[in-house]
């Protein structure tokens, strides 16, 4: 049951710094590779999302690194901001579909 | 942001009640899934449904029982249900199965008494 492994589980920057979650899994059968940003009160967004034939993905100031030898896959937030202070889930998945979410890590980003 | 609804977004009951959450979405999706986030697992998928057809039931225990009369509307009905089942239910959908990009309702924070 416990395929993904997400760390750290918590995280505190200054504004400007560089969060770097990471996410290892078992299952080598996951074919998508997806993080999900969560704010209190609100249900998971996509944020970004990768497929395994590609190494690494930008999209503004958020970017994947993927790994398929080592089996994990992170996220980094560039030059982040207070609005970035939530909470991210790795959610690698089956058939596109069928999401397995990591446990989560919660972001706080200090002005 | 509003494209998936979910009501209540807060209900009490007792173990002996009978209760109901819906999900409505408003994008023309064709998938819907519920899910469980509670404080100690992560999000935990329960159901799918795909053009109103259950495809996936991820050995949810029988006091949750879901129903799809359409594909903008989802319900979980609830009975006799344990504490321990506390916890934020989530419903999404996308466009279908198969499907990247799920879109997610705020949950309904259910707490059993």
């Known amino acids: 049951q416990q395929q993904v492994k997400q760390s750290p589980q918590s995280l505190i920057v200054q504004k400007g710094g560089i969060p770097i979650i990471n996410c290892a899994y078992e299952?080598?059968?996951?074919?998508?590779f997806p993080w999900y940003q969560q704010f209190p009160g609100k249900g998971p967004a996509l944020l970004i999302a990768i497929r395994p034939d590609v190494s690494e993905k930008k999209e503004g100031r958020f970017t994947i690194s993927f790994n398929k030898s080592a089996k994990q896959f992170s996220l980094h937030i560039m030059d982040s901001q207070p609005g970035d202070s939530a909470t991210y889930f790795c959610a690698p998945a089956l058939n596109d579909y069928k999401l397995s979410f990591g446990a989560g890590t919660t972001v706080t980003v200090r002005a | 942001e509003t494209g998936v609804t979910q009501t209540p977004r807060h209900l009490v009951m007792g173990m002996t009640n009978k209760k109901s959450l819906k999900c409505e979405q408003h994008l023309g999706h064709n998938a819907m899934y519920w899910y469980k986030q509670s404080a100690k697992k992560p999000l935990e998928l329960m159901f799918v449904?795909?053009?109103?057809?259950?495809?996936e039931n991820n050995s949810v225990p029988s006091r949750f029982s879901p129903e799809c009369p359409n594909s903008s509307h989802l319900f979980l009905h609830l009975h006799t249900l344990q504490p321990e089942d506390s916890a934020l239910y989530l419903c999404a959908s996308s466009p279908r199965t198969f499907q990247e990009t799920q879109y997610f309702g705020p949950g309904t924070r259910l707490l059993v008494l």
């Open positions: 449904y795909n053009f109103k057809e259950q495809t």
């Open positions: 299952n080598t059968a996951f074919d998508y």
